[in-house]
C-alpha cells in the first residue's frame, strides 16, 4: 500500500513550456485534489474530483487543467508555465460521502520552479 | 464563503513548555469538521488532531489538545510538554459536512527551541 504518490518530487521549467504532475493512490478513494502552497497562504484548492469523470474546480484553477479517466489517477496539467506557478503541490485523496469523516491523505508534494 | 485565519505567522516556545496556537474561522453551518495539520521540514501533510462540531467536548490527542469555542468561532490548539521534533509548520483547516474540500488557515510557523 503506497499510499499517494506524487511525481516528480521536483522540477524545474521555464516559462511558456507544458509539463504533468502526476497523482496516484492505491486506496480506492474517490476523491482527489491538487493544492498549491504559496509562503504566507496557506494551501489552496486548484482542482478536485469525486470519481472518474467528474472534476471540477477550486479556487484557484486558472493556468491548469485535470482529467480523471481512472479512480487511481489525477493528473495536473500546466499547458503554459508561468512564473507566477512557481509552488509546491500537494495531491490528497480521500473516500467521498457528505455527513461522515474521511481523512484525507496527502502525498508528499512537487516543488516546481518556472524561470 | 467559509474562511478559516491564523493571526500568528511565527511563534516560539522552549523544549518542555506548552505554547498556544490560534485558529479562527467564519461559516454559516452548523454542522463542520475543524483540524489541526502539522508540516515538518520535510513537507509531508500531518494530521494532528480533529474536532466535529456537534461534539461539545474538546479533542484531545496524547500532548496536543484543542479549545473549541463554537459560538466564537475559535479553534486553538495547545501543545504541552512541547519537544524539538514539534517544530513545523502548522495549519488550522476547515471542512464542511456535505463536502471533501479543505480549507485552509495560512498556517503558524512554530519553533521549539532547547
Known amino acids: 500500500n503506497a499510499g499517494v504518490t506524487q511525481t516528480p518530487k521536483f522540477q524545474v521549467l521555464k516559462t511558456g513550456q507544458s509539463m504533468t504532475l502526476q497523482c496516484a493512490q492505491d486506496?480506492?478513494?474517490?476523491?482527489m485534489s491538487w493544492y498549491r502552497q504559496d509562503p504566507g497562504m496557506g494551501l489552496r484548492l486548484i482542482h478536485y474530483?469525486?470519481?472518474?469523470?467528474?472534476?471540477d474546480q477550486g479556487e484557484v484553477p486558472n493556468g491548469y487543467n485535470v482529467s480523471r479517466s481512472t479512480t487511481e489517477d489525477f493528473p495536473l496539467r500546466l499547458l503554459s508555465a508561468a512564473p507566477s506557478q512557481t509552488s509546491v503541490y500537494f495531491c490528497?485523496?480521500?473516500?467521498?460521502?457528505?455527513?461522515?469523516?474521511?481523512?484525507?491523505?496527502f502525498g508528499p508534494g512537487t516543488r516546481l520552479t518556472v524561470l | 464563503a467559509q474562511t478559516v485565519t491564523q493571526s500568528q505567522p511565527e511563534m516560539s516556545v522552549q523544549e518542555a513548555e506548552t505554547v498556544t496556537l490560534s485558529c479562527t474561522y467564519d461559516t454559516s453551518e452548523n454542522n463542520y469538521y475543524l483540524f489541526w495539520y502539522k508540516q515538518p521540514p520535510s513537507r509531508q501533510m500531518i494530521l494532528v488532531i480533529r474536532q466535529e462540531a456537534y461534539k461539545q467536548q474538546n479533542a484531545t490527542e496524547n500532548r496536543f489538545s484543542v479549545n473549541f469555542q463554537k459560538a466564537a468561532k475559535s479553534f486553538s490548539l495547545k501543545i504541552s510538554d512541547s519537544q524539538l521534533g514539534d517544530t513545523a509548520m502548522y495549519f488550522c483547516a476547515y471542512q464542511s459536512y456535505n463536502t471533501d474540500k479543505l480549507i485552509f488557515g495560512t498556517g503558524t510557523r512554530l519553533q521549539v527551541f532547547p
Open positions: 474530483s469525486v470519481g472518474a469523470g467528474i472534476t
Open positions: 486506496m480506492n478513494h474517490e476523491y
Open positions: 490528497a485523496s480521500s473516500y467521498s460521502g457528505g455527513g461522515r469523516y474521511n481523512e484525507q491523505f
